[in-house]
């Protein structure tokens, strides 16, 4: 009887002394999660930032090469009037030697 009286006055005394206080293993756990959040939370920036300047890379890619396909398209017109030009200006050559030459000569 005695000792049931002193274990129910003696266990509520030490019961907030001992689960109270963390181990400094509970503390290293905590500490290491804390840590590999804050890792993981950094990781995730990075990702992010990575992400918008590859988009933004793809956009500018894509812009250059829209000004690649308008360039090669002037570059084809260009060069069609200038093969038209020559064509012109080969006509009239062309006709003038024919003319000179005699009727049996071909």
Do not use: W
Request: proline share 5%; charged share 25%.
């Amino acid at each position: 009887m005695v000792r049931r009286t002193i274990l129910a006055l003696g266990l509520p005394l030490l019961s907030p002394r001992v689960f109270g206080q963390a181990t400094p293993t509970q503390s290293q756990t905590l500490e290491a999660l804390l840590a590999e959040v804050h890792q993981l939370r950094q990781d995730l920036h990075a990702v992010a930032t990575a992400g918008r300047r590859a988009q933004i890379l793809i956009y500018r890619l894509y812009v250059q090469e829209a000004v690649v396909a308008r360039a090669a398209e002037h570059l084809d017109q260009a060069t069609s009037a200038f093969d038209e030009f020559e064509a012109r200006k080969k006509a009239p050559e062309e006709r003038g030697r024919s003319a000179c030459r005699p009727a049996g000569a071909n």
